[in-house]
Structure formats: structure tokens, C-alpha cells
């Protein structure tokens, strides 16, 4: 299992120690939850705050907004994964998006009330599908069940077309829930509330795994 720490649970009044402490452990990714407060009713950084963090992680940007494709340059300019939500967009514009994405990687989201089979027009294009197991807005909430099913679909679908997306899932993660994800086929936990709110980065990534 690889690991995504959110940095929504850090310290931001220590930002460059934070990222120092997580560069510090062998988590794979950095995940940097963009919200506009209209998307979701949670305000919190944009690509200015992702430009200067000096991660050396694998930056996995988590786009909560409306119209996302009307500023994903920007964000891909200062990260390596960039995932909005199937729910921000229209699907046609999502669909010529993908189409004409070249070699940036693009990930796709759904909220916990979105079927999984919406996104069967966008799986053979993506690098990244990101399953929501809360209402995305804030961390600290509980896992909803609802996600181990979509992510199994999203593993079968993998295996029997040999598409080449990662499968992801964000939202109430620790190390029975990592558990339970991971038996169903997931690559990638995010965990916000789960690694900062411990003193021990290192440790708590060990359990996810
Ligand atoms: C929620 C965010 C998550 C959040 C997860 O909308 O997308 O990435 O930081 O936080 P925890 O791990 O605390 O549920
Ligand atoms: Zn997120």
C-alpha cells in the first residue's frame, strides 16, 4: 500500500517543519486538498501555497471546485497528479479534456452518492481514480463503506481491460479502514487526521501499509 499524507491535518503555522517531518519518512506521495468553498463549503489554498512547499514527494493534487478544467493548467504546472471531481464538470468537456490530456497526469473523483459507473467513459484515459470514503469538505470524519465496493468494481475493471489508472481513496483512513481498502484492490490511503495528529509520522505510516 502506498501512502498520501493529506496536509489539511498539519500545522500550517509550521509549515516548513511539517513538510520536513514528512519528506522524512518513505511515504511515496504529498496530498494537497484544494477547496473554493462553493464545490464544497471548506476554503482552503491554491497553487500558490503548492508552488513553494519543497516537498520531495510525489505531489497528488485534490481538486474540490467548480469548473476545474478552466484552471488545471496552473495546478499542473506545480504538481505531478492533478484529480477533480466528475461532479465539478460536464461530461462532454471532461471527456475532450481526457482525450487531448498528452502525458499529464490526470486523475478522476466521485463523492460517496456518485456511482462508480459513471466514470466507465473516462477509465481507459485516466492515471489516477481517486474514491471519496466521506463527503469531501473536511478531514477528521468517518469512513463510509459505501467506498470498498466501488473499489473493487475499479480493480476488476483494471484487470479485465489492463487499464492503467492508480486507485486511490480518501476520507476517514487509519489502519483498519487502509485495511479493509486494501483487501478490495486499493494502491494509494490518503490520511490526514491519521498521520499529523500523531507524533510519530514514520510509525503511523507503517500501520497504513
Ligand atoms: C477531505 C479531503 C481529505 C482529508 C482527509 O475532503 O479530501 O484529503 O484531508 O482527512 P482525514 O484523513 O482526516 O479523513
Ligand atoms: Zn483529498
Redesign the pocket.
Known amino acids: 500500500m502506498k501512502v498520501s499524507p493529506?496536509i489539511?491535518?498539519m500545522d500550517f503555522s509550521k509549515k516548513e517543519e511539517e513538510i520536513l517531518k514528512i519528506d522524512q519518512t518513505d511515504c511515496e506521495y504529498i496530498?494537497l486538498?484544494v477547496?473554493d468553498g462553493i464545490f464544497?463549503p471548506n476554503v482552503t489554498f491554491d497553487y500558490n501555497l503548492i508552488k513553494d512547499l519543497n516537498s520531495k514527494k510525489i505531489y497528488d493534487t485534490?481538486l474540490?471546485i467548480e469548473k476545474p478544467l478552466s484552471v488545471i493548467n496552473k495546478y499542473l504546472e506545480v504538481s505531478d497528479y492533478v484529480t477533480f471531481h466528475l461532479e465539478a464538470e460536464a461530461k462532454e468537456n471532461i471527456l475532450s479534456f481526457l482525450k487531448n490530456k498528452g502525458n499529464k497526469k490526470i486523475g478522476l473523483s466521485i463523492k460517496p452518492n456518485t456511482k462508480v459507473e459513471e466514470l466507465n467513459d473516462f477509465l481507459e484515459y485516466l492515471d489516477l481514480v481517486l474514491v471519496?470514503s466521506?463527503e469531501?469538505?473536511?478531514?477528521?470524519?468517518k469512513f463510509m463503506d459505501i467506498a470498498l465496493d466501488k473499489i473493487k468494481y475499479l480493480k476488476e475493471q483494471k484487470t479485465k481491460k489492463g487499464y492503467h489508472y492508480l486507485i486511490e481513496v480518501?476520507?476517514?483512513?487509519n489502519h483498519e479502514t487502509s485495511k479493509l481498502c486494501k483487501e478490495v484492490g486499493c494502491e494509494i490511503v490518503?490520511?490526514?487526521?491519521?498521520i499529523f495528529k500523531h507524533q510519530n509520522y514514520q510509525e503511523q505510516i507503517n500501520n497504513l501499509r
Do not use: C, K, R
Not at 136 to 141: D, M, N, V
Not at 190 to 194: D, I, L, P, R
Open positions: 493529506s489539511l491535518a496530498h486538498d477547496m464544497v485534490h474540490m471519496m466521506v469531501p469538505g473536511f478531514g477528521g470524519q480518501d476520507g476517514g483512513i490518503v490520511a490526514g487526521t491519521y
